[in-house]
């Protein structure tokens, strides 16, 4: 039985581009953010992958990425289910900030220190650990179930909620896992036995 799980960082976003915090506010993906999830759906689509289902965000950089996924493999009506729990992890008051001027008003080392610590948030924001603990409720409940029932399931998120599954299924410790960057765009393919446990992992591009 094939059980399958395909995880993938949004393409590049207006806010990315500009060097700005994110979070939970909703820019769209840029032209090279399109292409990036086309490109996606492409390399997705070489490896002849169908999805049973899809789950992505709230935020219309994750889903847009799906879609385009979803496009680029022939599954354009597949089920999708939108979970606020798959967000990007919330950076309070840093939101809609350039990032070199938060280092100015911070200091770069308070700001390295929201950005990559592991349980400390940003002010009115969330720690990777907050964000976790919203995350991996959602895998538990929701998408494993189908994994382990034998299904191909696609999910398209965000860097830090992501970061967060990668940190259970590849088994990383705090350390590592904010020493952990995923690229835009870039899929991402777990199999898994029966116990849950990863049998495999690509990652194409």
């Known amino acids: 039985m094939e059980r399958t799980l395909i995880l993938v960082r949004h393409g590049q976003s207006e806010w990315n581009l500009k060097n700005l915090f994110t979070g939970w506010k909703d820019p769209d993906l840029t032209d090279a953010g399109v292409e990036e999830a086309i490109m996606a759906g492409k390399l997705l689509a070489e490896r002849n992958l169908r999805f049973d289902i899809a789950f ?18 022939g599954q354009s009506s597949l089920e999708t289910i939108r979970e606020q729990a798959l967000n990007e992890r919330d950076y309070g008051d840093l939101s809609g900030l350039n990032k070199d001027d938060a280092r100015k008003k911070w200091g770069d080392e308070q700001v390295h220190v929201w950005r990559r610590s592991y349980d400390i948030p940003p002010p009115g924001g969330e720690s990777l650990k907050d964000t976790g603990a919203r995350v991996w409720p959602c895998y538990l409940t929701d998408i494993l179930p189908r994994i382990l029932a034998g299904e191909c399931v696609l999910v398209a998120a ?16 705090t350390k590592q896992v904010t020493e952990l960057n995923l690229g ?3 899929p991402m393919i777990y199999r898994l036995d029966a116990f849950s446990k990863v049998i ?6």
């Open 200 to 205: 495999s992992k690509e990652v194409l591009g």
């Open 158 to 173: 965000h860097g830090n909620s992501l970061r967060a599954l990668v940190m259970i299924l590849d088994g990383l410790d």
């Open 56 to 73: 992505t965000s709230e935020l219309i950089r994750a889903q847009r990425t799906c879609q385009y996924i979803l496009d680029g493999v």
């Open 184 to 186: 835009t765009g870039v």
